[in-house]
């Protein structure tokens, strides 16, 4: 038997071919584009996700001769994005994505609305969906009249998987129209902004049997039994599944793209005052909190792009030795800002430059400026009672160790780096196919990989870097009186 699962990216599509024991058989990888027609737009044609699906689907066909056993399917997708669909399931638009920020003056009215944040847990940011909806009920009304269904993007990929509307919890916690405490949806929270209870997917814990696959797709694949179509998750859901971040005080942080701090929670804590998310996890009886900022190793690729130097060069400039804090500071708020700030107009910006400032100085003070932001994730997660003695370190930057000195000294926590192999979003949407089709508890299932190194934070630089992080937040203060 196999399971396969699906990593839907902003970037690009991973899919994952595991085996009953969940052990790696193989992997395909398929890229495409978003497009940015304004500023702050930011869209994607959803046939290109399918076009990468069945490429990668194909490959692994070809290659691994255990995709004939196939038993349990699940997608893990990028959040937030607004899939409109018409009464015969054609794209209206293309999809608007979970970095699109021109919907911030609705998110903002939405999050002043009486009950709106005791429902759905959350400030409603302009990158979820709900702000979306309203953004084209403003600006394209023709076209918002004709929208039947509203899907996320992983929901669109169970439609065409399975030919029914329906998406997990945990992806649709960051709509701003689920109630996330009762895991259902909230007729009071679509009417906030004008949408209705049959626009939306049925609802699916992420490690329940959504469907199966359709009956053409499976003749198509070659397949000759029943394939289990989970209800799949959010990527950092699915993320935690493939980390083993379970049970309260199992969490990662990433150093990606945007960067992430997230801890699993038996109960339910929302503090939406912090700019903490607060979500349904993708299996039952579970939530999972997380801080986020939007330019994390972006930072380091923009210095790249304006140096002409690779990150890897930049980095490696800096050696290993953990010195003490740059006195030049970076606002790494390239895209703007969500935790804690929750400002989608906030800019970035360096302090402290002088004649002297040396290259090495801008990369040192920029990974530090990204250590700072991810605190800012971490002091808002310890107010809402969350338990993080230690992180499990993931994502590109972790390739810096210097950068993971600074992390790890600037949190104050250990960082645990796992055995080189697959624990992201594509493996705990393996998992859940897995769990969909055998039934088998989550506790068996969702297990932590093996750590290969601790990397502890450095004592004799904490209180530098602690009067360093003061700085930065007065650095912010500032940023923000002039912009």
Avoid at 122 to 136: D, Q, S, Y
Avoid at 368 to 394: K, M
Wanted: glycine fraction near 10%; include cysteine.
């Amino acid at each position: 038997m196999s399971y396969l699962g699906f990593d839907l990216g902003t970037s690009g599509l991973r899919a994952l071919l595991v085996d009953d024991l969940g052990v790696p058989i193989g992997a395909a990888e398929r890229s495409y584009q978003a497009t940015h027609s304004q500023p702050g737009w930011s869209e994607q044609d959803p046939a290109k996700w399918i076009e990468a699906l069945e490429s990668a689907v194909e490959e692994l066909r070809q290659q691994f001769p255990a995709f004939a056993g196939l038993r349990g399917i699940a997608v893990a997708g990028h959040m937030h994005g607004a899939t409109l669909l018409d009464n015969q399931n054609n794209v209206l638009r293309p999809c608007i994505l979970w970095n699109d920020t021109r919907s911030h003056l609705q998110a903002a009215r939405l999050d002043a609305m009486h009950n709106v944040r005791q429902l759905s847990g959350n400030i409603v940011f302009p990158g979820f969906t709900a702000p979306k909806l309203e953004w084209v009920r403003e600006n394209e009304p023709a076209l918002f009249a004709k929208v039947a269904k509203v899907l996320l993007p992983a929901a669109y990929l169970n439609l065409y998987l399975t030919g029914d509307h329906v998406a997990d919890l945990s992806d649709s916690a960051g709509t701003s129209w689920l109630d996330v405490g009762e895991r259902c949806w909230s007729e009071e929270l679509l009417a906030a902004s004008h949408m209705r209870l049959d626009q939306m997917p049925r609802l699916v814990e992420g490690s329940q049997a959504a469907g199966q696959l359709r009956g053409a797709l499976a003749t198509k694949w070659g397949l000759t039994r029943p394939v289990a179509v989970a209800g799949g998750a959010g990527d950092n859901a699915a993320a935690a599944c493939g980390i083993g971040a379970l049970h309260d005080g199992q969490g990662f942080v990433s150093l990606g793209t945007s960067g992430v701090l997230l801890t699993a929670r038996n109960g339910y804590h929302p503090a939406p005052e912090t700019a903490v998310h607060t979500f349904c996890h993708a299996v039952p009886n579970r939530w999972y909190q997380m801080g986020v900022m939007l330019s994390a190793t972006d930072s380091l690729n923009w210095l790249s792009q304006i140096t002409n130097i690779s990150p890897a060069q930049l980095t490696a400039a800096l050696g290993d030795q953990l010195t003490a804090p740059s006195p030049t500071r970076f606002l790494p708020y390239l895209s703007g800002e969500r935790t804690p700030h929750n400002d989608a107009l906030i800019r970035g910006g360096f302090t402290g430059l002088s004649a002297g400032t040396s290259r090495e100085d801008l990369t040192q003070s920029v990974l530090e400026g990204v250590a700072f932001g991810l605190r800012d994730s971490y002091e808002a997660l310890c107010e809402t009672g969350a338990d993080l003695e230690a992180l499990i370190a993931i994502g590109g930057g972790t390739g810096s160790r210097y950068w993971l000195k600074v992390l790890a000294t600037v949190l104050g926590v250990p960082l645990q780096l796992p055995v080189g192999g697959e624990f992201g979003a594509a493996l705990g949407a393996a998992r859940l196919g897995l769990m969909a089709d055998t039934g088998q508890a989550a506790e068996e299932i969702v297990v932590a990989p093996k750590i290969a190194e601790v990397i502890e934070p450095e004592q004799r630089h904490r209180a530098a870097f602690d009067e360093a992080y003061k700085a930065f937040r007065q650095a912010y203060a500032g940023l923000k009186a002039i912009q």
